[in-house]
């Protein structure tokens, strides 16, 4: 998929594992994609680690040379994705273009519903603490480069994280009902209510940020 000029790996196309098919695959990519592939057929309550051992066929005594449990796997495809979403977030937000990041949005939300199913099975409850706890660690990644790129030193932690959450919240919220309720709503639309999640708003509202706490 192609975003404003740049190429964008679909995060979650579970037929190439998010990689592109000429990177060497290391013995814990592959177990990365095979709990792809598994969460995509039966969700995350069916795997284990014995099943995806043999089903790469590997000891689990191998498999847990890389891997200490499923949650820790899960961690790091969750962390393998939103960082590849954040290199493409600050290069388009240092470029300051509101038409390139509504590309990004837009390329992001159709790899999304492309793989909705799989994405329904990611947010089951068993996983969704962790699924809301990486994204909110990458919101605040992505509001401490909007703060830099301002030249906004961040003083109110409390509130900063306040904020985080508030992003983080209305963006997992509104986009986990469009993948289980919303077939119907297309993904430009939605890039219309995420987009403005990243305004030219969020920089009054890091200002704030700036400034030291009340007494």
Partial sequence: ??????????????????????K???????IKQDMLRQLGEAGYGSIT??????????????????????????HDITQDHLEAFFDIFEQFYSDQSSEKWQAVILSLLGVI???RGLIRHIL????????????????SRALGHVARVNE??????????????HITGSSYHVTKSWILDGEGVSAKKMALILGDLFNDG???????CAQAPEA
């Fill in 49 to 74: 680690i014995t099943g995806l051992a043999e089903s790469l066929g590997m000891s689990r005594q191998n498999l847990y040379k890389h891997y200490s449990s499923k949650e820790e796997i899960f």
């Fill in 113 to 115: 519903e492309a793989n």
């Fill in 152 to 165: 906004l030193t961040i003083r109110d932690l409390a509130f900063f994280d306040i904020l985080s959450l």
């Fill in 124 to 139: 089951q409850e068993e996983t969704e603490r962790a699924v809301f706890a990486s994204l909110k660690s990458a919101v």
């Fill in 202 to 208: 969020i920089v009054l509202k890091l200002r704030q």
């Fill in 24 to 30: 060497p695959v290391s013995a814990r990519d592959r």
């Fill in 1 to 22: 998929v192609v975003a404003g000029g740049v190429r964008w790996c679909p995060m979650w196309d579970i037929r190439d594992g998010g990689q592109p098919r000429t």
